[in-house]
């Protein structure tokens, strides 16, 4: 039962909170896309719902392996009572039938999540959909409202890039996350990372957070780590890797509902 309550609040979050109002199939009828199988053919992060630009922390990417398998990288965790939703490649089998592209995950033998996207239009750049999430529990049927979704195309990936000792800090004005100070992140092949602060001294002391997991894909970012017994999460995109320098941006949004662009500069020191 708390598969589901994730599985169906996640969506909630996915639809970036936003009341969707259900379409009919007669509405706005589209051909089916021209070697749609073929074009959608590698990895998607969703980019606009509802035409709005979606916060970086609602994020999610669909990579596309071949026109029968993908795989799932999300995390949730902006509202903690709502969704604890962590998938990282999680494996989709794929059926497109038209302009129809219906991703299905067997979770157990009682519980199958099951992702529908309608294509309106697809291109080298971008894919314009309309999704619905079902869950089938014992054969029941639980559907969320269908959303208007875009995916802009992911050209790179920096999962291993990333890996190594970075120092960094803000350079935005503001960030939730970020303090202004100088710190460390040691990224780590298997997943794992230690974070870093300087002493009085300042010497660099690991902290005594637990958990500390990350996962890249694409340019997404997630972490997770555990302090003092609570979990807490943080998101970025990486815009760019390059000469030991790495960029990030973020899209965050305040509870007024105004957005604002963080960004933060790290040097490989290792």
Same mark, same amino acid.
């Given at each position: 039962?708390?598969?589901?309550?994730?599985?169906?609040?996640?969506?909630?979050?996915?639809?970036?909170?936003?009341?969707?109002?259900?379409?009919?199939?007669?509405?706005?009828?589209?051909?089916?896309?021209?070697?749609?199988?073929?074009?959608?053919?590698?990895?998607?992060?969703?980019?606009?719902?509802?035409?709005?630009?979606?916060?970086?922390?609602?994020?999610?990417?669909?990579?596309?392996?071949?026109?029968?398998?993908?795989?799932?990288?999300?995390?949730?965790?902006?509202?903690?009572?709502?969704?604890?939703?962590?998938?990282?490649?999680?494996?989709?089998?794929?059926?497109?039938?038209?302009?129809?592209?219906?991703?299905?995950?067997? %979770? /157990?033998?009682? +519980?199958?999540?099951?992702?529908?996207?309608?294509?309106? $239009? =697809?291109?080298?750049?971008? @894919? !314009?959909?309309?999704?619905?999430?079902?869950?089938?529990?014992?054969?029941?049927?639980?559907?969320?409202?269908?959303?208007?979704?875009?995916?802009?195309?992911?050209?790179?990936?920096?999962?291993?890039?990333?890996?190594?000792?970075?120092?960094?800090?803000?350079?935005?004005?503001?960030?939730?996350?970020?303090?202004?100070?100088?710190?460390?992140?040691?990224?780590?092949?298997?997943?794992?990372?230690?974070?870093?602060?300087?002493?009085?001294?300042?010497?660099?002391?690991?902290?005594?957070?637990?958990?500390?997991?990350?996962?890249?894909?694409?340019?997404?970012?997630?972490?997770?780590? %555990? /302090?003092?017994? +609570?979990?807490?999460?943080?998101?970025?995109?990486?815009? $760019? =890797?390059?000469?030991?320098? @790495? !960029?990030?941006?973020?899209?965050?949004?305040?509870?007024?509902?105004?957005?604002?662009?963080?960004?933060?500069?790290?040097?490989?020191?290792?």
């Amino acid at each position: 039962m708390k598969k589901l309550l994730n599985f169906m609040l996640a969506a909630a979050l996915i639809g970036g909170a936003t009341v969707f109002t259900s379409c009919t199939k007669d509405d706005n009828p589209v051909d089916p896309a021209t070697n749609l199988a073929e074009k959608i053919i590698g990895k998607w992060i969703t980019a606009e719902f509802n035409g709005q630009p979606q916060p970086t922390d609602n994020k999610a990417v669909l990579n596309f392996v071949s026109d029968t398998k993908a795989f799932l990288s999300a995390s949730f965790i902006a509202h903690p009572k709502l969704s604890d939703l962590w998938n990282v490649q999680t494996e989709y089998a794929v059926v497109i039938a038209g302009n129809k592209v219906t991703l299905t995950n067997k %979770i /157990d033998e009682h +519980q199958t999540i099951m992702i529908e996207l309608t294509v309106s $239009s =697809i291109s080298t750049r971008e @894919m !314009q959909t309309l999704m619905k999430n079902t869950m089938i529990i014992d054969g029941q049927e639980i559907s969320s409202p269908e959303m208007t979704i875009s995916f802009t195309k992911v050209t790179r990936d920096y999962n291993e890039a990333i890996i190594g000792i970075w120092e960094g800090q803000m350079t935005s004005e503001q960030d939730a996350y970020s303090d202004g100070k100088v710190h460390r992140w040691e990224y780590k092949a298997d997943g794992t990372y230690v974070y870093y602060s300087q002493d009085e001294a300042g010497e660099w002391v690991p902290s005594d957070n637990t958990l500390n997991e990350y996962f890249v894909d694409g340019t997404l970012l997630c972490s997770r780590w %555990i /302090d003092n017994e +609570q979990e807490f999460r943080e998101w970025w995109e990486i815009a $760019s =890797i390059k000469n030991g320098v @790495m !960029q990030w941006k973020a899209l965050r949004q305040k509870e007024d509902g105004s957005t604002y662009t963080a960004t933060f500069e790290m040097k490989k020191v290792e």
